[in-house]
């Protein structure tokens, strides 16, 4: 769950940054031997955004090898 709420708030500031007041997109990148389920990611963010600007956000999980975790994009309207 740290990851997932780590990665909720760096989202939130990002729509705030933007001058935006919700995102529609989250793409991240998860490397396989990080041991992080994408599923469990996903649950995470769902249940940690609620109330923020985050909230509703599709949060879109690529596996790639290695043990990568990066934020490639955040997509507000």
């Known amino acids: 769950m740290t990851v997932a709420a780590r990665l909720v708030t760096i989202v939130a500031d990002t729509v705030t940054d933007a001058g935006a007041e919700l ?3 989250a793409r991240v990148r ?3 031997e990080t041991c992080i389920s994408a599923e469990a990611l996903r649950f995470g963010f769902e249940a940690l955004s609620r109330g923020t600007a985050a909230q509703g956000c599709e949060l879109v999980v690529v596996e790639v090898e290695g043990q990568v975790l ?3 994009s955040v ?3």
Do not use: D, I
Request: proline share 8%; net charge negative; charged share 25%.
């Open 23 to 25: 995102a529609e997109s």
């Open 30 to 32: 998860v490397g396989k």
């Open 70 to 72: 990066t934020l490639e």
């Open 75 to 77: 997509t507000v309207p």
